[in-house]
């Protein structure tokens, strides 16, 4: 398994808050949108459809995350509100906590994000995730299933191909 992280997201430095501002997707690469620094974002168009990689996110996310982060990424007694935590974490803090999973113990209190860099239904759709929650985090698009999406893109079809046989 080889996990690819670009150089825009090497140094893990979390960023200042995040914003629909920063958010804004400047680059588009064959469906896959990014912000001015490089960064995976989403796509809304005016009559409310989504990109692909934004509702492939919300797809994923319920799919393996909401049963600890509850719904829509609100949070839940178990684990802490994604939409949340996005406003200030940067993408390879993001892809990091993902991949190798997180311990925190404090107040008496253990918290245990487990490593999912092993889980090809997660790790193949890392940056699907991350799109998903950014938008979410930024107040973009509001809980439940987006009504309207594009179509898969042909890298997606590509990337996933590759990714999940690997």
Known sequence: MTLLIGPAIATGIASAQDSKEKAAAVTDEDGKYFDADGTPT???QADGTVDWYTFSGYRRYHSDCHVCHGPD????????ALATSLKNMDYGT???IVAEGRQSVG???ENVMPAFGD??????YMDDLYIYLRARAVGEIPRG???KKEDKPQGAKDHEASCMEG
Do not use: D, E, T
């Open 119 to 124: 889980n090809k239904n997660v790790y193949c």
């Open 94 to 96: 993001f892809l990091s």
């Open 107 to 109: 107040g008496g209190k």
């Open 145 to 147: 299933r987006p009504p």
């Open 73 to 80: 990424g609100v949070g839940s007694s178990y684990a802490p």
């Open 42 to 44: 989403y796509k809304i």
